[in-house]
């Protein structure tokens, strides 16, 4: 792949069906996680160049907790999680029993938001794993709570020096009483985007 | 009213009085403000690397504001075609923070490496650093008014000042 061009049709096919089971193991998790049948529903799920991201998740100073996580292996590359405020005040009150207070995170809504995102984000991983059959090592997860753009320049920077193009995944995972909006950020090194590809049989 | 011009990420704009020129959530990002006192003309670029080296050619065929090596250069010169004196503008610069708690050493220092190259460039314009707000490990908002002159700079965790 040359630099600038847009991933392979059969990979983000591949990456959007991984998307598609990761979060539906993420949604069986979270219905014994909050006690209640969660349903999910994948609203979007597009490949934009890095630098339109920000504008793509409709950017600016709205607050999100971010969990970020890179990986290693025959796949290299980084995917982020990110709970809007809204979502992230309800898996808090429903988990914890606590608010979120002048957005700050306690120790314990920190460390509970950072597992509940790693949970979601290990079911996409292991979504694709299972999918290009190759082992996806995954590094320990780090949190921010945040204006949203603060919270993905960092893993936009950092994986924008070596990847060109982002998919985002957004989910709604609905339930009788409580709703929770998810959004997965996956960045693909080029290279690993072939050995994608070449899995799947179609390079 | 003034009119608002917001600076995406690794982007930079330059305006005349009256008019505020802002960036919105910087994490590792910073944003140099520029304002000539004589002109009112103020410039703000939102960068996010520190130079070229280690970013893929894509991003370096436009550069913009995305460096702090290219972003000072970029924005005098575009200033000084809107009529601004070099002579008498000063820089304040914000962010550079580290979001994420924990995170590997190598990109815990995106930022303040960031701030240093912004700081280098600057120095090497002869271009007075008169404020700057960096480092931490919050996202910050900022917000140059180009008839003042003066950075207003905000969290979510309720900080606000100006610079």
């Known amino acids: 792949m040359d630099d600038g061009e847009l991933m392979s049709p059969m990979v983000i096919d591949a990456l959007s069906e991984a998307g598609n089971i990761g979060a539906g193991h993420a949604a069986t998790s979270l219905s014994k996680l909050l006690g209640?049948?969660?349903m999910n529903h994948i609203t979007k799920s597009v490949v934009v160049p890095i630098e339109k991201v920000p504008e793509e998740l409709g950017g600016g100073d709205k607050i999100v907790a971010g969990i970020y996580t890179t990986f290693a292996g025959e796949l290299c590359g980084g995917i982020l999680m990110l709970f809007p405020e809204d979502s992230a005040k309800t898996i808090s009150k429903v988990l914890t029993g606590t608010d979120i207070e002048g957005h700050k995170l306690t120790d314990l809504q920190n460390s509970m938001l950072c597992e509940i995102g790693n949970i979601c984000l290990c079911w996409y991983l292991s979504a694709i794993s299972?999918?290009?059959?190759?082992?996806i090592i995954?590094?320990?997860p780090v949190t921010a709570y945040d204006m949203i753009?603060?919270?993905?320049?960092l893993p936009l920077i950092?994986?924008?020096?070596v990847a060109d193009t982002a998919m985002i995944i957004m989910?709604?995972?609905?339930g009788e009483i409580h709703s929770i909006s998810g959004i997965f950020l996956m960045l693909l090194e080029p290279d690993s985007q072939k050995e994608m590809a070449r899995r799947l049989g179609v390079c | 009213m003034a009119s608002v011009y917001l600076v995406?990420?690794?982007?930079?704009?330059?305006?005349?009085?009256?008019?505020?020129l802002v960036c919105l959530g910087l994490g590792s990002c910073v944003a140099i403000a520029l304002w000539d006192k004589s002109s009112k003309i103020g410039g703000m670029a939102h960068v996010m690397l520190p130079n070229e080296m280690c970013a893929p050619k894509r991003l370096i065929a436009n550069p913009a504001g995305k460096f702090g090596t290219t972003a000072v250069k970029g924005l005098v010169r575009e200033m000084k075609e809107e009529g601004a004196n070099v002579y008498t503008m000063v820089a304040k610069i914000a962010g550079g923070a580290n979001m994420f708690k924990d995170v590997s050493s190598s990109m815990k220092d995106i930022g303040l490496k960031n701030a240093d190259a912004v700081k280098c460039s600057l120095e090497e314009g002869r271009i007075k650093v008169v404020g700057e707000d960096v480092g931490g490990s919050q996202g910050r908002t900022v917000d140059l008014d180009t008839s003042t002159g003066r950075l207003h700079i905000k969290t979510i965790h309720g900080m606000t000042k100006y610079i």
């Not at chain 1, 299972?130 to 082992?135: A, G, L, R, S």
């Not at chain 1, 950092?158 to 020096?161: F, M, N």
């Not at chain 1, 989910?171 to 609905?174: A, D, K, L, N, P």
């Not at chain 2, 995406?8 to 505020?20: D, E, F, K, L, N």
């Open chain 1, 36 to 38: 209640e049948h969660i």
């Open chain 1, 130 to 135: 299972k999918m290009v059959n190759t082992e």
């Open chain 1, 138 to 140: 995954p590094t320990p």
């Open chain 1, 149 to 153: 753009e603060a919270a993905i320049d």
């Open chain 1, 158 to 161: 950092e994986l924008g020096k």
């Open chain 1, 171 to 174: 989910t709604e995972f609905r």
């Open chain 2, 8 to 20: 995406g990420i690794g982007q930079m704009c330059v305006a005349h009085s009256p008019a505020r």
